[in-house]
């Protein structure tokens, strides 16, 4: 889960609270590895695009954000023919209520994850398009408990695309926070090295898609000392993506992760990145 921590030191996040017992763009900037955003528009779609989607778990980089339970999802784009894009992708949420709620007589409204990211992409080649930007991952919350870090995270991106014997796509993707991550005390200069591959099978409108990730948490707590690094982790995806027509889609996937278990754990005491199935429609517009 995405983590943040109180002036106790005490981890309050489903991702080092027990929770405490013992963090997910196809394309888009704002990236859910697994119920992903479409990617952000292009001149040649047109200039505006936007998308609605329905999945059973929003995954972000392999750590579920809604408790293992159903999301839904949408956000929008404008591309400008120069290059440069911005958009808005959103995701209902669980977490940080989850986590607020492990705390004795706690309580947060947070239902929602607001992405907010602006880039620009250079066709360098045919093929070959290299995207920079920024995303603000915005909570709004309330009750928000006193000493507690602010979760709103600042990243920038830098990523490069190709396309290889037309049928398969993909991307480099590079990924620094400038700020704390998602409130990890003292964690500005973590970072997610992202690689994705998307293969057109040319049958029944199948598209094979496959990922790994990186997400190092940099610096340290200042309560204990303890390393931040003891965070990082590795995900991946394998899954499958079937056109329907008329702007639908639909997709199915295996995630997982080698996230800790003293790290990633919910109130029920579930690795949050564990092994699981994804399902989700998504209609583009």
Partial sequence: MKPYR???????????VSLLGGLGLAQSACAAESGEAPAPASAEQGPFTANVTLINDYRYRGISQSNFNPAIQGGFDYAHESGFYI????????????????????????????????????????????????LQYYYPTSGLPGGVNNPNTTELYVAQNFTAFEALTGYLKFSVAVTNLFGMANSSGSNYTDLTLNYDTGVWGLALNGHV????????????????????YTDWKLGVTKDLGAGFSLGAAYVQTNAKDYAYVSPQGNNLGRAGFLVNLTKTF
């Fill in 213 to 232: 990730g990186y997400q190092y948490l940099a610096g340290s707590n200042p309560v204990g000392g303890s390393n931040n690094s003891l965070y990082s």
């Fill in 87 to 134: 958009g808005n992708w959103n995701s209902s949420i669980s977490w940080i209520s989850d986590a607020v709620s492990t705390m004795p007589n706690q309580s947060t409204s947070a239902p929602i994850e607001m992405d907010f990211y602006a880039g620009y992409k250079h066709d360098w080649s045919k093929g070959f398009i290299f995207d920079v930007g920024v």
């Fill in 6 to 16: 109180g002036k106790s030191g005490i981890a309050v996040s489903l991702l080092a």
